[in-house]
């Protein structure tokens, strides 16, 4: 989820980074756009650091340069937040005046927009200034403060920049964003693996690794610290989520054995491969008539996790099924000694495997089940973690293990 850090003139403009870096710590996607007033206060080298984009700056675009930013530049944002906003400029946005890159992209960008003023007590509560928010409010803007405190002039009064963390939390707020896994260290697998049988060639499977990318998105939204382990993926691995390579079936046990004793919870989404070859040649292997080729059965990841965990740890897994989809998946639960399992009928080419839909049933450890209709995997992933919210943070336990409710 991405927001727009809108940053004005104000002496208060370096307490933007520490808003900037403060959202982003809560999992979103911050751009900010500086005017040029608010460059002398602070460079924008001090948020393309924070957020490893460039920053979108008040100038009108030069020559080679993308002539229609002030359209492009809030797309895919869900919310615009200006922190610190000047006088001049909720000024601006109150009297529709768009007359530089800045005022011109929010005015374009149709955003909900949240405004934290900054500015000395007499300007903040001069008649023009009041009608100005009142008309923004009127408009379905959202003001934040200011605050009682000592100004940078010199004076104590209304119209200092609210807290910091007060700003973060009514964008949280805002956005809707559940926060129920905060704190929790959760690992997720995604992809297929693949074994080779020579250097050029493998036994693999038709996994996107698409859902897996979706929990891990999710849980990092909904506040997890998430370690994302991929085998073989079809698309690209989500940008600020640690993500670790791991192939083989053997090389992903060796990754998640690593850091599952630091974990709560462990989602095995990865189609990880049943078996290896016995032999791996050194060379390719040459074109043959038949080609026999030994393998041997991979050990399991969710079993030995089980095996080693301890109380209050969730393992949740994936069963991709084509035939009684259900007992199948039930039978796997209990003989893996997970505390719940997602199914899904991967014999329909409409969901699972590369499709951006799916549709499942979860079962926990005693037994209730839940089934979905068909939706994208990022609602899908919401709904999985639901059940793991759950099942870390309360429920019944059951042989040492929580189930959910």
């Known amino acids: 989820m991405e ?14 980074a520490d808003i900037a870096r403060r959202l982003i710590d809560e999992g979103l996607k911050v751009s900010v756009a500086m005017t040029s007033n608010a460059e002398k206060f602070i460079a924008p080298l001090t948020f393309e650091a924070l957020t490893g984009s460039p920053v979108f700056r008040s100038g009108f675009p030069l020559p080679g340069e993308e002539p229609m930013g002030h359209i492009t530049f809030s797309r895919g944002a869900q919310l615009a937040l200006v922190a610190p906003a000047t006088a001049n400029f909720i000024g601006k946005l109150a009297n529709g005046i768009a007359d530089d890159n800045i005022s011109t992209m ?21 008649p023009a200034v009041k009608q100005n928010i009142d008309t923004l409010e009127q408009r379905g803007a959202i003001f934040i403060g200011p605050s009682k405190g000592a100004l940078a002039c010199g004076d104590v009064g209304e119209g200092k920049l609210e807290d910091v963390e007060a700003i973060t939390s009514r964008v949280i707020e805002e956005l809707e964003l559940k926060r129920d896994l905060r704190g929790l260290k959760i690992i997720v697998t995604a992809g297929g693996t693949r074994e080779p049988i020579d250097p050029v ?21 909904r506040g997890a610290e998430v370690c994302l382990i991929a085998g073989a993926l079809e698309v690209d691995p989500p940008e600020g989520i640690q993500t670790v390579k791991a192939e083989t079936a053997e ?23 049943d078996y290896h070859t016995a032999h791996v040649p050194t060379g390719k292997v040459g074109k043959k008539e038949e080609w026999d080729i030994k393998l041997v059965k991979n050990r399991d990841i969710i079993s030995e996790m089980s095996r080693r965990s301890r109380s209050g740890q969730v393992i949740a897994g994936f069963a991709a099924e084509t035939d009684d989809i259900e007992k199948r998946g039930r039978e796997k639960l209990l003989r893996k000694n997970m505390d719940m399992i997602v199914i899904n009928d991967v014999s329909r080419s409409d969901i699972g495997f590369g499709s951006d839909e799916n549709e499942i049933t979860i079962i926990t450890r005693k037994g209730e089940t839940r089934k979905t209709s068909k939706m994208a995997k990022s609602d899908i992933a919401e709904i999985i973690l639901d059940c793991l919210a759950r099942l870390v943070t309360g429920g019944e336990t059951v042989s040492g293990r929580k189930v959910c409710k």
């Open 251 to 273: 090389k992903m046990l060796e990754q998640v054995s690593a850091r599952f004793d630091g974990a709560d919870a462990l989602i095995m989404s990865a189609a990880v491969g």
């Open 201 to 221: 060639r493998f036994i693999g499977n038709r996994s996107s690794g698409k859902m897996g990318i979706a929990i891990a998105k999710a849980a990092v939204m």
């Open 106 to 126: 929010l005015m374009a960008s149709g955003l909900p927009l949240l405004v934290a003023p900054a500015m000395n007590e007499k300007m903040y509560n001069h």
């Open 3 to 16: 927001i727009i850090l809108v940053v004005t003139g104000s002496i208060a403009a370096y307490k933007a």
